[in-house]
């Protein structure tokens, strides 16, 4: 299968190169992913810096690990991108206008709101995941097989981070 990509630009991309080249179908949902990604670890970062209150110090680490995951879960698919032939647009206005997560709060936020937002988030991207996995899995499971170990990683850590505020 071969394509023709155009970038932002105009100029051709490397579609053309011999092997397996994401049909614009596949990019468009491996880029829906990319941009949940990116969005979801600035949004943690974002929660790192302004959280306060009960049991600040292990929700401000666990955040750190969140940013980690979703940062290199986003690398990844970008590279997945790439090795594709596609174009992976991570730039902050794209992000922007592409993200499903909806937007964090300005300001201080107590520990309790943040579990609750930082899960809504890693729901949120796991909602994208999920909903672009089928036809991902159908024209290239190599591609699935990696968001389904994303997936495994985003609903552990909303299992974490959200049995802060079960109370039983």
């Keep these: 299968m071969t394509s023709t990509y155009v970038s932002a630009s105009g100029k051709r991309s490397d579609a053309d190169v011999p092997g ?64 594709l032939h596609a174009i992976a647009d991570g730039r902050s206005d794209t992000v922007a206008a592409g993200t499903t997560l909806p937007a964090f709060p300005a300001g201080v936020q107590d520990t309790a709101r943040v579990v609750d937002l930082v899960v809504n988030r890693l729901r949120a991207a796991v909602a994208t995941l999920r909903g672009v996995h089928d036809s991902v899995d159908a024209e290239d499971p190599t591609s699935a097989d990696l968001l389904h170990g994303i997936i495994e990683g985003l609903e552990k850590q909303a299992w974490m981070v959200g049995a802060e505020n079960v109370r039983t």
């Design 20 to 83: 397996f080249n994401a049909s614009p179908a596949l990019a468009a949902s491996l880029q829906a992913v990319l941009v949940d990604l990116i969005e979801l670890h600035l949004q943690a970062k974002q929660a790192h810096w302004n959280v306060v209150g009960r049991n600040f110090r292990d929700l401000h680490l666990q955040l750190d690990e969140i940013v980690d995951v979703a940062r290199g879960a986003s690398d990844t698919i970008a590279e997945r991108l790439r090795a």
